[in-house]
């Protein structure tokens, strides 16, 4: 865990180079390196090929990203999330920057982040608050350089953190539905919620609320990261799990219960999505 405090040419910087445990490296998401940096004249950075997910924040001054085929300006305020196994590069000239930023991975992240983009994420924002960021930033350099004995675990907590706000600033309004379609959709999903139990069929959903098929499809998935029959079928699964812990209901009067009058097809649909069948989970729990 060397940590390399540098006055280069062109910039003047504060890093920790982190070697991650085995058990983190495989089973956390782990940190490779933490740390901040001031310009103190005008510079370029490039990498292309880094197993490495990056984050920053731009701090003070301004400068530029160039990440797939886009080139984007920055200022301070603005926040960066990229795969670093795509090239990027970043520029600052007049208006000197100072940035704040971390690499990390784990073996989950290729989800995380094609998840992030899914719901709208982009590699360039604006957050709604970039002082906290900024201080999970600080916050991971601080354990980073820490003899903490579970650090590990208290940095996969801290890009945990990290990777709750930038999916809550992931949501893009422009990039999802407009807000009358969002109000309808809400109509939707609270529909749902109550009626989950009843046969519900994509079809009667699309001609109840007067919009086609395939775009309530489209839009419901875009918003909620589920289709609507997916999104009913763990609404079941949910309720069905209360009934076997807190109820002497049985599997056939469960499946009823839940809207799935097939013991047989509720107990598969159970499996798959909890990985056990349903009397192995009341058993368990």
């Excluded at 196994?85 to 690499?103: A, F, I, N, P, Q």
Aim: with cysteine; charged share 25%; net charge positive.
């Amino acid at each position: 865990m060397p940590e390399d405090m540098s006055a280069f040419s062109t910039v003047t910087s504060s890093r920790i180079l982190y070697t991650p445990s085995s058990f983190a490296r495989f089973s956390l998401l782990h940190l490779q390196e933490a740390g901040s940096l001031q310009a103190v004249q005008p510079h370029t950075s490039r990498r292309e090929k880094l197993q490495s997910y990056l984050c920053f924040v731009v701090c003070q001054g301004s400068g530029r990203l160039f990440y797939e085929n886009t080139e984007y300006c920055l200022s301070a305020g603005d926040m960066v999330f990229i795969d670093c196994r795509k090239g990027y590069s970043h520029v600052t000239e007049d208006d000197l920057w100072s940035l704040r930023w971390c690499h990390f991975y784990g073996l989950s992240m290729p989800d995380i982040y094609a998840k992030y983009r899914e719901r709208g994420g982009k590699a360039v924002f604006h957050p709604d608050d970039a002082g906290a960021i900024e201080g999970i930033l600080s916050g991971l350099y601080d354990l980073a350089s820490s003899s903490d004995y579970v650090r590990d675990m208290r940095i996969n907590e801290k890009l945990n953190e990290l990777l709750t706000i930038l999916m809550e600033q992931s949501w893009h309004q422009e990039v999802a539905v407009a807000s009358k379609k969002r109000m309808e959709l809400n109509e939707i999903k609270k529909y749902l919620d109550e009626n989950y139990g009843r046969k519900v069929s994509l079809e009667d959903l699309a001609n109840k609320f007067f919009v086609s098929k395939c775009y309530l499809s489209r839009i419901f998935k875009d918003s909620y990261g589920f289709t609507v029959n997916k999104y009913i079928l763990f609404k079941r699964i949910t309720e069905a799990k209360r009934l076997l812990r807190f109820s002497a209901k049985n599997v056939d009067e469960i499946a009823d219960s839940v809207g799935m009058n097939d013991a047989n097809y509720f107990s598969r649909m159970f499996r798959k999505v909890e990985g056990m069948s349903p009397s192995e989970y009341r058993k368990r729990w």
